[in-house]
């Protein structure tokens, strides 16, 4: 007897964005149907992964992750071609030297090193600010104009900075990331509400605030799971592109700071697949663009994702 | 939940009037406003007024008009399959054919018709018997129906089946009848067809007719209905679908809940 494959009839799809300009350019969503089931629907774009650097040298960055950076951590645009050269889709640069805790660095001091990493590498690149609202407000804003044309995609903007930063991304031309901490309902009213600021909904990208493996993924994983059958069902304000900070969430597990034992083995292996587990793990569920630290993750996230865009022939 | 504006009906005074003589005004300023109050179609009804031999070329007329200031498709209401088809080659987009009977003889003319066009059929449970007054008999009905779709295979999600709302005032033991028909419907086949009422019909020559409309509409909501021709000039009708979407978990919570089902 004939077997007849069950789909499923979506009325709606994730839009699809544009980061960077020119050949360089990285599109991401545009999907009609879940992650990977390429039998049912169109996936034109795959998962995309960025390396991130910083506009100061981490403090807390275990051995195993420095070490692949060593000699550049203090100068973010060498940095930045070494991502390049890793492989990375995307350079994010977290401007955690802005934090008040940190160097507490002037919006000017932001937009010298912003401008300097987006001359220095030919691949679309992201800014994040340090966290605290009141001070992304002021910093992501300027570096929004130094970067005006470059179709950045810049963020965190949040329910109660998110006037300011997305104004300055549609005014100048960039992508903006909101975030809003595992709460869908909050995460569909900041889109609504930075559309309403004429940001086209093809340029606004969703951060949940994901966790790592064995750190609450699955609490995102559902989030991000039940807004894409939302968007999937027509819903337009949850039809974005999903971020997911993985490398942050990843490299604060106690699995990827402890050191070689017995145990637990070499930390190397075990840290890079504690990243690897949650990025491949969180794109089951919708993400689009994946933020990782270590370059062996990035290298072992792209062969699954590549396996996994493959169309299986019937 | 999909709404469908009742407004350019020939029953109204104004649009009767417009119809007589072919002022595209009065059509076009309810074509505009009902999408922007949100409708999702336009219903289309050439109204009593109309001989059958003129009801193809008013509908056609209509039609046009409708759509020459409003993007949104439209339900094509009438009981004579010419003016229906009369609307459908004008029409632009997916159209609603509204509706056959459960009789064997109208549902050979409609589903073909509605296959041709790849349009939605509203299939009434109602046959030239009458509008039964139990549940149980407008299932027989409805199943007639999903049958006459199998036979012209016609996709059971893309038949609407109406169950018939009557006046409160006069047909009060219909009200629960249809919504455990609506009920009913929903478990009928897998995909289930979609649901359609005609809302202001419940409150004919009653007092307090908006209130009636709001509190039935939420009621057939919860218990399945998908479609329902209403008065979109009704606020908080609209708002009250808004709200009963949200309660029933069909649209995911957001505080502009209003204001996005607006939009959509």
Redesign the interface.
């Known amino acids: 007897m004939a077997f007849t494959v069950l789909k499923e009839k979506w009325a709606g799809n994730v839009v699809e964005m544009v980061i960077g300009q020119g050949a360089g350019a990285v599109k991401v969503g545009g999907e009609n149907t879940l992650p990977f089931l390429h039998f049912e629907g169109e996936i034109p774009n795959a998962p995309v992964a960025a390396l991130e650097v910083w506009d100061m040298e981490p403090p807390d960055w275990p051995g195993v992750l420095a070490s692949p950076f060593a000699g550049v951590m203090s100068d973010p645009s060498a940095w930045a071609v070494k991502c390049v050269d890793y492989g990375a889709d995307l350079i994010c640069l977290r401007l955690a030297g802005a934090h008040p805790d940190n160097k507490d660095s002037s919006p000017a001091e932001a937009v010298a090193v912003a401008s300097e990493v987006a001359g220095a590498v030919n691949i679309p690149i992201m800014v994040i600010g340090c966290g605290v609202e009141e001070k992304d407000a002021e910093v992501l804003p300027a570096v929004a104009e130094a970067l005006a044309g470059k179709n950045a995609l810049l963020g965190c903007a949040t329910i109660n900075n998110y006037k300011a930063i997305a104004a300055a991304c549609v005014l100048h031309g960039h992508n903006v990331i909101a975030t809003s901490p595992l709460d ?3 995460a ?2 900041l889109n ?2 930075i559309n309403e600021l004429n940001m086209p909904v093809n340029r606004i990208a969703m951060d949940p605030l994901v966790g790592a493996l064995g750190y609450g993924i699955e609490y995102a994983y559902s989030i991000m799971e ?2 894409r059958l ?1 968007a999937l069902s ?5 039809a974005m592109p999903v971020v997911c900070f993985v490398g942050q969430e990843a490299w604060k597990s106690k699995e990827a700071k402890a050191e070689d034992s017995d145990e637990w083995g070499a930390q190397a292996r075990r840290a890079i697949l504690w990243e690897v587990v949650t990025a491949t793990s969180l794109v089951q569920s919708g993400g689009a663009v994946l933020v990782l630290r270590h370059p062996e993750s990035l290298r072992q996230f792209k062969i699954h994702v590549a396996a996994m865009m493959k169309e299986v022939s019937s | 939940m999909i709404l469908i504006g009742e407004r350019i009906n020939g029953m109204f005074k104004d649009i009767a009037q417009a119809i007589l003589n072919r002022d595209p005004g009065v059509i076009e300023y309810w074509a505009k406003r009902q999408t922007d109050n949100g409708a999702h179609y336009l219903d289309i009804n050439t109204g009593p007024a109309v001989t059958k031999e003129d009801q193809p070329a008013v509908m056609e007329w209509l039609t046009k008009v409708a759509q020459s200031v409003s993007p949104l498709p439209c339900c094509l209401d009438s009981a004579n399959p010419d003016a229906i088809e009369a609307g459908l080659k004008v029409h632009r987009g997916r159209a609603i054919i509204n509706s056959t009977t459960a009789d064997k003889w109208k549902m050979e003319i409609y589903f073909p018709m509605a296959v041709k066009y790849n349009a939605y059929l509203i299939g009434l449970t109602m046959n030239e018997k009458g509008v039964p007054k139990s549940a149980g008999d407008r299932i027989a009905l409805a199943m007639e129906l999903v049958v006459g779709a199998e036979l012209h295979n016609f996709p059971i999600e893309d038949l609407i089946i109406d169950p018939l709302v009557l006046p409160a005032n006069v047909a009060q033991e219909h009200g629960p009848e249809v919504i455990e028909a609506l009920r009913q419907i929903k478990i009928l086949t897998d995909p289930p067809p979609r649901t359609i009422v005609g809302l202001s019909n419940v409150s004919q020559r009653c007092a307090e007719r908006s209130l009636l409309n709001r509190t039935y509409l939420v009621m057939c909501m919860a218990a399945g209905l998908d479609y329902a021709i209403v008065n979109m000039d009704d606020e908080m009708l609209v708002d009250a679908a808004a709200a009963a979407e949200v309660l029933l978990n069909q649209n995911i919570y957001c505080d502009a809940f209003l204001k996005t089902f607006r939009k959509r």
Not at chain 1, 234 to 238: A, F, P, T
């Open positions: 869908i309902n909050l569909k009213q609504i509400l039940r807004a939302s027509g819903d337009k304000m949850l």
